[in-house]
Structures are given as structure tokens and as C-alpha cells.
Nanobody, 121 residues
């Protein structure tokens, strides 16, 4: 099994910055695409950003130019640098990972429990 633990959420004023992180642990043979999703109250979970093991990134249009995802493969950890935060960025941010636990297993999808980001004055 693979465990994902997010940290680094919190309360920030509009225009501010946060950098949540997500660390993976457990039985990991290979860690493939990882990413961040978010879910605001009353809304569906949506993609924020993803990053492949080789560093290719993908962003939701709503965060392009403001958020940057990056990863430390040695630590199986990803980060989300969030700048110019807006009230509409308020949500629970979930970490997602596609990982294999053995050389002969398929990718499975894992989720963290989430970290709350609140953007408010």
C-alpha cells in the first residue's frame, strides 16, 4: 500500500502564497504521475495540476501562471507553489498518485486525505 500525506495548507489573505506538500510512503516500486486536485464546498473535485515522473506538467486554466507543481523524486514528494491566491481558490486540496508497488503490478491510484486552503481577508 501507498500512503499520501499532505501538509502546508492554511489561511492566507488574497494575493498571498502557500506551498502545500505531499509525501508518499509505503511499498513503492515506482511512482508515476502525481498531482493535486481540489474540492470547494458544494462543488465537484477538480484537477489543479499534474506532473509526470519525467517532469512534464499540466495545469487547470484557472491556475495557469499562478501555481507551479514540482516534485522531488528521491523523496517521492510533490509541492504546489500557489501565488496570487484568490478567494475562489478556497478548497480542500487532495494529493493524487499513480504508483506501482511491485515490478509486476499495474498502476494503482492513491489519494491523500486533503489539506484545507482558505483564502480570505
Amino acid at each position: 500500500q501507498v500512503q499520501l500525506v499532505e501538509s502546508g495548507g492554511g489561511l492566507v489573505q488574497p494575493g498571498g502564497s502557500l506551498r502545500p506538500s505531499c509525501a508518499a510512503s509505503g511499498k513503492i516500486f515506482s511512482m508515476n504521475t502525481m498531482g493535486w486536485y481540489r474540492q470547494a464546498p458544494g462543488k465537484e473535485r477538480e484537477l489543479v495540476a499534474t506532473i509526470t515522473s519525467s517532469g512534464n506538467t499540466n495545469y487547470a486554466d484557472s491556475v495557469k501562471g499562478r501555481f507551479t507543481i514540482y516534485r522531488d523524486n528521491a523523496k517521492n514528494t510533490i509541492y504546489l507553489q500557489m501565488n496570487s491566491l484568490k478567494p475562489e481558490d478556497t478548497a480542500v486540496y487532495y494529493c493524487n498518485a499513480h504508483a506501482r508497488t511491485t515490478s509486476y503490478s499495474y498502476d494503482m491510484v492513491y489519494w491523500g486525505k486533503g489539506t484545507l486552503v482558505t483564502v480570505s481577508s
